[in-house]
């Protein structure tokens, strides 16, 4: 359904994840566009941003919210987005309309009561790693969020360049990563007054599709599916099934 007459399309604000762009979303546009009115933005020290720092959650969160219009819209995190559309969504829920989280989760680092997460190991290496050789741990990032996942080469190939074209800043890494080992969600989560839709891949090393059920536990109100086939990029693996599924969150259009 495009906008037209007495309908304009949903506000729909996209937020990548730990290392990436906004040309993660470049194959999905197109498709989105026809249903949403789209806004992708970098994350600062991201992409076009790189020369920027990236604030703590709550300053990225209240940035976030200035793309969204007075009226709102909804959000769509992936992985890391996924904590600054929960914690947008928390700050100011009159202008978040419902959030959509893919491969994400409130919480990355594992705990006593939070098993189906990454080992705090992981990340811990992933940070030593990164200050000897930032450019060969990104793309060994990349390479676990592709793992076990069905992309064509030349998509994979297409996905890793436009992270290079577009190298984010050490300090931004950096401060992403301790983001991702710092942040825990799940009260807030619990008590989100919005409606949150959640999608988890099958095949997924970052965010393990046996937290649903803790999700669920969170938030028994919340929509969650796993898709047996998907890895961390779900959107990419099955891009015409992910339009369908953002479309059928909310149809795409808005009343006026």
């Known amino acids: 359904m495009t906008a037209s007459g007495t309908e304009r399309r949903t506000a729909l604000l996209m937020l990548h994840g730990w290392g990436m762009n906004h040309a993660v979303w470049r194959e999905l546009l197109p498709r989105l566009q026809t249903q949403f009115a789209c806004q ?37 995190g992936w992985s890391m987005g996924g904590l600054v559309a929960l914690r947008m969504a928390e700050r100011v829920p009159q202008r978040v309309r419902r959030v959509l989280l893919v491969a994400s989760t409130p919480r990355f680092v594992r705990g006593d009561d939070w098993p189906h997460a990454l080992g705090p190991e992981v990340l811990d290496a992933f940070a030593a790693e990164f200050a000897e050789d930032p450019l060969t741990t990104l793309k060994r990032f990349l390479a676990l969020q592709t793992r076990g996942a069905e992309l064509a080469r030349e998509r994979l190939h297409a996905l890793r360049e436009a992270m290079l074209a577009m190298p984010p800043s050490v300090a931004a890494l950096e401060a992403g990563l301790r983001l991702l080992r710092e942040t825990d969600l799940r009260a807030s989560m619990a008590r989100l007054p919005v409606p949150q839709a959640w999608l988890l891949g099958g095949r997924d090393r970052i965010v393990p599709a046996a937290v649903a059920r803790d999700l669920m536990t969170l938030a028994p109100r919340a929509e969650l599916e796993v898709w047996t086939r998907c890895a961390h990029l779900p959107f990419l693996e099955e891009p015409t099934e992910f339009v369908d599924w953002l479309v059928q969150r909310h149809g795409g259009a808005l009343e006026s």
């Open 40 to 76: 992708a933005p970098d994350l600062p020290g991201h992409g076009l941003r790189a020369g920027e720092a990236l604030p703590d959650l709550d300053d990225l969160a209240d940035e976030m919210l200035q793309h969204l219009p007075a009226e709102g819209g909804s959000v769509l």
